[in-house]
């Protein structure tokens, strides 16, 4: 089978690692516009609601091995729960994303850690509080913050609107994917 110009350049060659991951959160905290800021540095003021899951892949560095990300950004809240455990196997790694100025958000993120543990055992995972551009309006008790820290998170502050904390987030779960 001959394939196309355009897929030869996205195979994996045989020395890439392949890492599958998987972006979670509530409706509307980001999850695709962080992707679109990840893969292609671009952000739109325009919102497009995902329905089921919607996959994009980067080929990064780390650790001095080549990394083709796939990323698998799963539609918000709970509308698809039965079908989301069938889109997180095989996983390797998950980001949680959390909406700073709506803090059930946060709280949404929390027990959806909580789920994935359940089901899929330990993976490495980071949370990203989104819309750092907007942060006068976050409703996140710094409390909150602090006792995820001190339970060992990693939590980074991020924009998919300046890009802010994007690239530093992605590049940690991917090094805590290759431990």
């Known amino acids: 089978m001959v394939l ?6 996205q195979r994996p ?3 890439m690692l392949l890492k599958k991951v998987c972006m ?3 409706f509307a905290v980001g999850k695709t516009s962080l992707v679109r800021r990840y893969v292609g540095g671009i952000f739109s003021d325009t919102y497009l609601t995902t329905v089921g899951v919607k996959i994009d892949n980067k080929i990064v560095q780390a ?6 990300v796939v990323l698998w950004d799963l539609a918000g809240d709970d509308e698809f729960q039965k079908m989301r455990w069938t889109y997180l196997r ?3 790694g998950y980001l949680l994303v959390a909406d700073g100025t709506r803090a059930a958000t946060l709280a949404k993120a929390e027990a959806l850690e909580q789920e994935m543990r359940q089901e899929l055992g330990a993976k490495p995972f980071v949370l990203l509080i989104n819309k750092s551009d ?6 996140m008790e ?3 913050q602090e006792g995820l820290v001190a339970r060992g998170w990693d939590i980074f502050h991020t924009s998919a609107k300046t890009g802010e ?6 590049s940690k779960l991917t090094a805590k994917m290759l431990l």
């Not at 650790?63 to 083709?68: M, P, Q, S, T």
């Open 24 to 26: 979670l959160g509530s």
């Open 63 to 68: 650790r001095e091995n080549e990394v083709k």
């Open 134 to 139: 907007r942060r006068s309006e976050w409703e």
């Open 165 to 170: 904390g994007v690239e530093k987030a992605f």
């Open 90 to 92: 095989g996983a390797f």
């Open 4 to 9: 196309p110009q355009a897929q030869l350049l």
């Open 13 to 15: 060659s045989p020395a």
């Open 142 to 144: 710094p409390a909150w």
